[in-house]
């Protein structure tokens, strides 16, 4: 069961993750990029992140994979950039990393695939990632109802 949702703080999927488990009152962290920069600027200060000594956004995405059991991203279409990083990050690691891609499944058929994913691997900390906002407007919303849903079988 999942105790803890981390994050890298980014537009889109990240900050839909936090602001999941800011509402929710679920445990959260993860690691952001020196300057807290993102695509709009500097993270918001609500989100008590810790920041990396760099500003590289690829050592930030590989800090999350390890200080998380499992992680997910989430997609409207293939992975391409940080996203695709992340998998392959998690994959060098050798730590457990579910795509759903919500192009070609459903949120509640993406929510039952990855709750048994999260019990099949005992996810207790989840790391959640996807495309910024820039690349998919409708990445943010798309995570918070996928989450929503995540976790009211799972709580």
Same mark, same amino acid.
Request: hydrophobic share 35%; net charge negative; glycine share 8%.
């Given at each position: 069961?999942?105790?803890?949702?981390?994050? #890298?703080?980014?537009?889109?999927?990240?900050?839909?993750? %936090?602001?999941?488990?800011?509402?929710?009152?679920?445990?959260? !962290?993860?690691?952001?990029?020196k300057g807290r920069k993102s695509e709009d600027g500097s993270i918001p200060e609500?989100?008590? %992140?810790?920041?990396?000594?760099?500003?590289?956004?690829? +050592?930030? $995405?590989?800090?999350?994979?390890?200080?998380?059991?499992?992680?997910?991203?989430?997609?409207? !279409?293939?992975?391409? !950039? !940080?996203?695709? %990083? $992340?998998?392959?990050?998690?994959?060098?690691?050798?730590?457990?990393?579910?795509?759903?891609?919500?192009? +070609?499944?459903?949120?509640?058929?993406?929510?039952? $695939?990855?709750?048994?994913?999260? =019990?099949?691997?005992?996810?207790?900390?989840?790391?959640?990632? #996807?495309?910024?906002a820039g690349k998919d407007p409708e990445i943010y919303?798309?995570? *918070?109802? *996928?989450? =929503? $849903? %995540?976790?009211?079988?799972?709580?």
């Amino acid at each position: 069961m999942v105790v803890k949702i981390i994050s #890298g703080g980014q537009t889109g999927a990240d900050r839909a993750a %936090l602001d999941f488990a800011i509402q929710y009152n679920i445990p959260y !962290g993860g690691w952001v990029p020196k300057g807290r920069k993102s695509e709009d600027g500097s993270i918001p200060e609500i989100y008590q %992140l810790q920041e990396m000594p760099t500003s590289d956004y690829s +050592k930030r $995405t590989e800090q999350n994979i390890l200080d998380s059991d499992g992680t997910l991203i989430v997609s409207h !279409g293939i992975l391409t !950039g !940080g996203s695709a %990083l $992340t998998e392959f990050f998690a994959d060098q690691h050798k730590k457990p990393c579910i795509h759903v891609d919500l192009d +070609k499944q459903s949120i509640k058929d993406a929510a039952i $695939t990855i709750s048994s994913w999260i =019990e099949e691997n005992n996810i207790e900390v989840l790391n959640v990632a #996807g495309p910024r906002a820039g690349k998919d407007p409708e990445i943010y919303r798309a995570t *918070l109802t *996928l989450l =929503e $849903t %995540l976790f009211e079988k799972t709580i």
